[in-house]
């Protein structure tokens, strides 16, 4: 790479739209630039930097920064900066260009011969179309997730993420998926740039798990904290909540956009974590909260992290309190439509021309809470399995006894796979022991002494139907953060100390994605101690059969008085069952609505499930035959991709350099999650995108046209030109963008451009391949032609640039006058909404109303020459 120097002007290889960048340091092994119009600074090692420099030739335009341009007549080099001769004895220094940047590289690469090709032009078109297609789907950051599409997540991640400062907390039950929730949101917060720097603050036992989470079902890639880490470098971290405290003044300063804190009731409200999450949230644009239980400790803790979101509306706890009274009896009356209809319609002031629907959305918006917090609950949702609660009581006692009633289970279980619970790590190798030496039974083992790669592999040997185990043997970490709702059984070799912990266990198959009824089976001993568990949670706290959310607090309070009386089990149920339906009647009838808006959320699914019908593999199998990586077909719809070493990239993005199975079935991405799920916005395709965008190749060509309609002999000329917007909110522009690339089609001896004429796919079909040095014979001698075609072919573009520009500005206006509106009316209902939040909104309008209209220019990504013959 070329020496660098204070004020040369560099751009980066991979983010065209920060525009030329400025050097303004240069050390032995960093360099740093400043980018204007991405109003940002960057720093690169100097022997890997992503960077070329900007050098204009004779007869080049230049814009200056004061929006003059002007013509390069000669060029001049002095202390490693470029002088340009612009004439009449002017002399501009290259520091004084304008950051705005348009590069003409296909048209070097034509006049030169530097062809390639026609395979590669239309892969080139075809990753652009596709790409553009995704970016005008506003599904971007929702598609790539390895879950099945559930349309309350789905409607979480969308909602927030609508908003200008996404603030909320996540409170859906336990098993309903906030972390995928969480994850989607900061999938598509990233997608779109909205955030650069993220904190994600979990229980310190969640920590691997979060990590496994995120790279597995996002392809995101946090770093674990380690002692005296540096958060100034890196992008994404985990921080365990014990470290939170003493690590006040290094996570305050660290400039974080974006924090997510799981577990949030675990940081209690006096002590040095929750002052430190106060701290942050008063810095961070974004903050995510998660808690199955937002009450648990009382409204006090509740009210406070609702402060944490939004301080300047949640400022009296009473007040508060007050309010979620009222809510409390609004729920009443909503339970006795259409009954109380006309109270309703009285006491607030509604449209009795209303239907029940548009009645219930007005109510929606008035809700306080719904703007700070969703809860999705089970019993709003359809589709959850049946829990079979099987005690299987035993003559002997002992873990032998055990081991031997499960050997003989399980040859009653034909191929079923079978997930085996145990707490201790010990009593697991003990039962892989005993079935293998005792009965020949082959058993797959998780447990805490195996790596991440050990652990994905027992998973995947559990999962496959084919070549896998029928059972899985786990110590107690099998029930955390991993899912097998492939399996219908599960056996409890030994039962926990809390209902809590056995509700973990439980969760790895009863959930979203099961479709069989759940069995428990516990074996036990008549008298044992197990005996007596399984009848305090299975028949006091009526805990294994279903979801419980009173079972905990009533273990709690009577494990103290372990082992319990006859009489103490009777009062423990009673008051347990009326606990229960306390807490169902409590029920925020009208924030689960909120929480998942129907009928919207259930079209967002299927638009979801409709974009991915039409898959990238048959692009990925192109691509592999264009770049000379491996892909080759496996079985039950997985595939290999593996670099070679004829590639002609440097690596593929997104893949380990020793490249991965993948799948494109959403069905056995989370099935298998071993394999990487490609889809229309998975690194890999977007990423492949990028390196080809910024590369040469396939952005010049030459063909032949056999034709009856057009003259033999002659010309035309294909170029595609890419709407690029260079501006820090150039990604929320793309869904605007009517087109992201505009083709023209001139003839050598038309004034018209024939590209509506002659089709882009219809040309496609008629062209014929022309050998390499055949094609450079026709360049060589139209060489003195081209550059007037081409510059026709220019004027053709820019003229369809500015209709296409308005015609985009016009469809964020009516995106964004749609919003406004909404917000407007909402803050006449619903105190939540202040005027701020709508400036924030218009201000956003502004932004990138501005970058479509003011800082979008074409820019030449694909020459074509197409030479007429005759059939």
Not at 258 to 272: F, G, Q
Not at 605 to 630: G, K, W
Request: contains cysteine; negative net charge.
């Amino acid at each position: 790479m070329s020496d660098f120097a204070t004020g040369q002007r560099w751009v980066v290889d991979s983010e065209p739209e920060l525009g030329l960048g400025i050097v303004t340091e240069v050390s032995p092994r960093t360099v740093s630039l400043f980018f204007e119009l991405g109003a940002c600074e960057r720093q690169y090692a100097r022997k890997q930097a992503p960077l070329t420099r900007i050098q204009f030739a004779v007869d080049d335009e230049i814009t200056l920064k004061n929006g003059d341009t002007t013509k390069v007549q000669a060029v001049h080099q002095q202390e490693g900066l470029l002088i340009y001769d612009v004439g009449d004895d002017n002399l501009v220094v290259e520091s004084s260009i304008g950051a705005q940047i348009k590069l003409n590289q296909p048209f070097m690469r034509l006049m030169t011969g530097q062809v390639d090709k026609p395979s590669w032009f239309n892969f080139r078109r075809q990753l652009k179309s596709s790409v553009a297609k995704t970016w005008h789907s506003r599904l971007v950051g929702l598609l790539g997730v390895r879950a099945n599409i559930i349309p309350h997540q789905v409607y979480v991640a969308w909602a927030a993420c609508e908003r200008e400062r996404v603030r909320v907390l996540l409170a859906d039950e336990v098993g309903l998926g906030k972390t995928i929730e969480a994850g989607m949101i900061l999938s598509r917060l990233l997608a779109f740039e909205r955030v650069h720097r993220v904190l994600i603050m979990v229980p310190d036992a969640l920590q691997v798990q979060w990590l496994v989470e995120m790279v597995r079902k996002f392809q995101i890639r946090p770093s674990l904290y380690t002692e005296g880490e540096d958060f100034s470098q890196g992008q994404i971290h985990i921080v365990g909540h014990s470290h939170i405290g003493e690590l006040e003044a290094q996570l305050v300063n660290a400039e974080f956009d974006l924090v997510i804190v799981d577990e949030a009731h675990h940081l209690a409200i006096n002590s040095p974590s929750f002052e430190c999450l106060r701290l942050l949230s008063n810095i961070v644009d974004h903050l995510l909260l998660l808690t199955a239980t937002p009450e648990q400790l009382g409204a006090e803790s509740h009210f406070a992290r609702l402060q944490l979101l939004d301080p300047s509306k949640f400022r009296s706890r009473d007040a508060f309190l007050d309010t979620e009274q009222h809510y409390i009896e609004l729920n009443t009356k909503l339970r006795a439509l259409p009954e109380g209809r006309q109270q309703l319609i009285q006491r607030y002031q509604l449209e009795n021309s209303a239907s029940d629907e548009e009645l219930m959305d007005q109510l929606l918006d008035s809700h306080g809470l719904g703007r700070v917090m969703f809860r999705n609950v089970r019993l709003a949702i359809e589709g959850f399995p049946k829990r079979i609660a099987v005690p299987h009581p035993l003559l002997e006692n002992g873990w032998e006894a055990r081991f031997e009633w499960l050997a003989q289970w399980i040859k009653q279980q034909g191929s079923e796979k079978i997930l085996v619970i145990v707490h201790h790590l010990d009593q697991v190798r003990d039962c892989e022991a005993y079935l293998w030496e005792k009965h020949g039974i082959d058993v797959a083992l998780f447990h805490e002494e195996q790596n991440l790669i050990e652990r994905d592999k027992a998973a995947a040997y559990f999962a496959s139907e084919e070549q896998g185990s029928q059972i899985l043997v786990c110590s107690e970490i099998g029930s955390e953060g991993r899912n097998f709702q492939f399996s219908c059984h599960l056996v409890c070799l030994d039962l926990p100390d809390h209902p809590d912990v056995l509700e973990q266990r439980i969760g790895r198959l009863d959930r979203i994605g099961q479709t069989r009824d759940v069995h428990i089976h516990i074996p036990y001993t008549e008298g044992s101690e197990e005996a007596e568990r399984l009848d305090w949670y299975h028949n006091s706290l009526n805990c294994i059969a279903q979801l419980n959310p009173a079972a905990a607090n009533i273990h709690n309070e009577y494990i103290k008085h372990w082992p319990l009386s006859q009489q103490q089990k009777t009062e423990a149920k009673e008051r347990c069952s009326a606990l229960q339906q306390q807490i169902l009647e409590g029920r925020d009838g009208l924030l689960e609505m909120n929480s998942c808006r129907q009928p919207f959320a259930e079209e967002l699914a299927s638009r979801i499930a409709l974009f991915e019908h039409d898959t990238p593999m048959a692009l990925v199998e192109t691509a592999s035959e264009l770049f000379q990586f491996h892909f080759e077909a496996g079985y039950e719809g997985i595939y290999s991709l593996i670099p070679s070493d004829k590639m002609l990239i440097p690596a593929l993005p997104g893949i380990p350099p020793e490249g991965a199975e993948v799948t494109f079935s959403r069905a056995t991405a989370c099935h298998r999650e071993d394999l990487l799920f490609l889809t229309w916005d998975s690194p890999f395709i977007l990423g492949l995108w990028e390196m080809l965008q910024h590369s040469e190749l396939g952005c010049a060509s030459v063909a032949l046209l056999p034709s009856n309609k057009l003259p033999a002999g002659h010309c035309l000329l294909e170029a595609t030109f890419d709407v690029v917007v260079q501006a820090p909110v150039a990604r929320a522009c793309l869904p605007f963008i009517t087109e992201h690339a505009v083709r023209v089609l001139v003839l050598d001896i038309g004034d018209n451009d024939l590209s509506q004429a002659l089709g882009d796919e219809a040309l496609q079909n008629a062209l014929k391949p022309i050998q390499k040095h055949l094609a450079r014979d026709v360049i060589k001698t139209q060489k003195a032609h081209i550059p007037k075609w081409f510059a026709k072919a220019e004027q053709f573009a820019e003229a369809k640039l500015q209709p296409l520009l308005e015609k985009s500005a016009n469809r964020a206006n009516h995106y964004f006058a749609g919003e406004v509106l909404r917000l407007r009316r909402l803050a006449s209902l619903n105190r939540q909404v202040d005027a701020e939040e709508i400036d924030m909104l218009e201000a956003r309008q502004s932004q990138i109303i501005q970058a479509i209209t003011h800082r979008s220019h074409l820019q030449v990504s694909a020459i074509r020459l197409v030479v007429i013959t005759k059939p």
